[in-house]
C-alpha cells in the first residue's frame, strides 16, 4: 500500500477499537466524531514513515487476533497517574512491558515533552487550548500529553517501538520539532496556511 492508503487504513483500526472502549462514564461524544478523529490522528501518522506505518498496523492485526484492545490498553495505562487505585484493579490485563521498552519510552517521553514545552512556548495562543503538558497536572478527568504519550507509547510491540525511537532521534538530530510538525499538520487540514492564523480550534 501507498503510504495515505496505510495512514487511513491505521486511523480506521484505530477508530474501530476505540468505537468498543467502554468509559466507566459511560460512551464519550468524541467516540461519535470520526471527522476530528481522523484528523488528529492522521496529522500524526503523516509525519511517520510506511515501515512506522506497516509496523503498528501489525500491532493492531495482532492484538486483534489475541483478543486485545490497543486503544482500551491505552487508555486503561493512563490511569496508572490520573487513577492510580482503579489501575491497580486493572494493570494484569495489560502485557508487561520489559524493562527495555520502559526505559526506551521515558527516553522518548522526555524529548518529546521538551518538544511540546518548546512548541507552546512559541504558539501560546494554540497551547493554551490543548492538554496540559506534564504528568504532574493529571487529574482524574484531565490527562496531560505526557501521560497519553506514555500510554500510547506503550500499546507499541518492541519491533514499532524501536522504529519509533529511532524516528525520534533522527529528528533530534536534524532539530526538527515533531510536536510543530503534527500541529502543522492538523491546521492545514482545518484549512489555516500559518499558526497565526488559528483561532478558535481546541486540540486534543
Not at 495562543?125 to 506503550?154: C, F, M, Q, V, W
Amino acid at each position: 500500500m501507498q503510504k495515505q492508503e496505510l495512514i487511513d487504513t491505521l486511523v480506521e483500526m484505530e477508530f474501530q477499537a476505540f468505537d468498543k472502549t467502554r468509559n466507566k462514564g459511560g460512551r464519550a461524544a468524541c467516540q461519535n466524531d470520526w471527522d476530528t478523529f481522523y484528523i488528529m490522528r492522521a496529522s500524526q501518522y503523516l509525519t511517520w514513515n510506511e515501515e512506522m506505518l506497516e509496523s503498528y498496523i501489525q500491532d493492531f492485526y495482532e492484538a486483534e487476533q489475541s483478543g486485545r484492545n490497543l486503544i482500551t490498553e491505552k487508555y486503561g495505562r493512563m490511569m496508572e497517574s490520573t487513577v492510580p487505585e482503579e489501575y491497580e484493579q486493572i494493570r494484569d490485563c495489560f502485557p508487561e512491558l520489559s524493562g527495555w521498552q520502559k526505559q526506551v519510552i521515558e527516553q522518548i517521553t522526555a524529548i518529546q515533552v521538551a518538544w511540546i514545552e518548546e512548541f507552546s512556548a512559541k504558539y501560546p495562543n494554540i497551547s493554551s487550548r490543548a492538554r496540559k503538558i506534564h504528568t504532574a497536572e493529571d487529574e482524574p478527568d484531565d490527562t496531560s500529553y505526557e501521560t497519553y504519550l506514555r500510554g500510547e507509547l506503550g500499546t507499541y510491540s518492541e519491533d514499532t517501538l524501536a522504529k519509533y525511537a529511532a524516528f525520534i532521534v533522527e529528528l533530534k538530530k536534524e532539530h526538527k520539532n515533531l510536536a510543530e510538525m503534527i500541529m502543522r499538520n492538523t491546521i492545514e487540514f482545518y484549512g489555516y496556511s500559518s499558526f497565526e492564523e488559528v483561532k478558535g480550534l481546541e486540540f486534543s
